[in-house]
């Protein structure tokens, strides 16, 4: 007997019987997948190397340039030597003020005024204090007069008459004592007074009337220390800095031609007064003060100005001052193959070659490696490496 074949259609899959995703679950999946997305981002930011944070600074740069052979210029400003911020003696409320900027005063005037109320009562005090103690030592004075004459007939003893003379010494250094204090009550009414220093100009209004005012700032950000700020304005000269290279070329008395940058077509004579005796060794220059020889009303302190030292008949071109590169000396690494430092550029840093000069204080020279206003790495850390790439505090 034989087997009938498999009946194969019963083994189809029924698609219409298939389970459908719910909305729920659809909507979960759509929500999961910027998460999802979003925390491999944060786990790959997390597990880049994170650049070295670095403190850097810059190359400073002094000298170099050229100069003419008509002599030695320098840059500078002009000052006033006799200069005063003028402020009251004793603290109190600003009443009057009778300047502005511009007004000029001659030494003795009155510029301003503290409220004097209670002093001038202190003042009256005084006065009607030693009033009464100098009727007191009158009636003493009588006292004493007629206690001579009583002993005289010897109607009173010694002691009555010694009574009276110490009575009238007594109340005469209490007389004294009334006009010492009638004095200095004067004294404190005349400090209310703000008067000027010397013969000036006003140059700037630092209190206004109602402020308080004192000689040291004990009263807080409200307090003005300062009333006004005044110059001779004819005590103009010219302060500049001088390459330490040129200075053995400048002498007192030398004449100088002055320029200055708010009238660059008109020039004015000027001679030096004083070389000052120390130099700067950060920029390696010696300050020299040039005093105005042709005075112009247009000549203000604070002006820019250039001056040129003239040279005494014909000489050649001077030569120009070496240019000396300077860096902090805990920015050189100093190796078995010499010495270099780290330059940071564009967020990386390169190692530089240099040769190192002489030491000033915390900074050292370097001769060769360098041309000035590099950013240099301060104590490398160890490990850096050519183009790596670091940060500094702040970025």
Not at 69 to 97: C, D, H, M, W
Not at 128 to 148: C, G, H, N, T, V
Not at 307 to 314: A, D, I, M
């Amino acid at each position: 007997m034989s087997t009938p074949p498999p009946n194969l259609a019963s083994l189809r899959i029924d698609r219409e019987a298939a389970p459908r995703p719910s909305p729920s679950a659809a909507r979960a999946l759509l929500w999961a997948l910027p998460v999802l997305s979003l925390g491999a981002v944060g786990a790959w930011v997390v597990m880049l190397p994170r650049a070295q944070q670095v403190r850097v600074a810059l190359a400073g740069a002094t000298g170099g340039g050229t100069l003419s052979s008509e002599g030695i210029s320098a840059n500078g400003y002009v000052v006033a030597r006799t200069k005063a911020s003028v402020s009251a003696k004793i603290p109190g409320r600003l009443q009057f003020l009778g300047v502005a900027e511009g007004t000029h005063v001659k030494v003795g005037d009155v510029i301003a005024r503290i409220e004097s109320g209670d002093f001038e009562a202190q003042l009256a005090s005084a006065k009607a204090s030693a009033a009464e103690i100098e009727a007191q030592l009158l009636q003493a004075k009588r006292d004493f007069e007629r206690a001579k004459t009583l002993r005289a007939q010897g109607l009173n003893s010694d002691a009555d008459l010694e009574n009276a003379e110490t009575k009238v010494s007594v109340t005469a250094a209490q007389l004294n004592a009334a006009h010492a204090q009638v004095e200095l009550a004067r004294v404190n009414l005349e400090n209310t007074q703000v008067r000027a220093p010397f013969d000036g100009t006003v140059l700037r209004k630092d209190a206004e009337v109602g402020e308080i005012v004192a000689p040291a700032s004990a009263g807080g950000g409200l307090t003005r220390t300062a009333i006004v700020t005044m110059a001779d304005l004819g005590s103009l000269e010219v302060e500049v800095d001088v390459n330490e290279a040129y200075i053995a070329q400048i002498r007192n008395e030398q004449a100088a031609r002055i320029t200055l940058d708010a009238y660059p077509d008109t020039s004015f004579a000027g001679r030096v007064r004083q070389v000052v005796p120390t130099a700067d060794r950060q920029k390696a220059t010696v300050q020299v003060k040039v005093a105005i020889l042709d005075r112009d009303r247009r000549i203000l302190p604070e002006m820019g100005a250039k001056v040129v030292f003239l040279r005494e008949g014909e000489g050649g071109p001077v030569a120009a001052a070496p240019r000396r590169v300077t860096v902090p000396a805990a920015a050189v690494v100093t190796a078995a193959d010499g010495a270099k430092v780290w330059v940071f550029e564009n967020g990386r840093v390169s190692a530089r070659e240099v040769e190192v000069g002489p030491a000033h204080g915390d900074q050292v020279e370097i001769r060769k490696g360098l041309s000035g206003g590099e950013s240099v790495v301060v104590d490398p850390p160890a490990g850096i490496k050519n183009g790596a790439r670091v940060r500094v505090p702040g970025s």
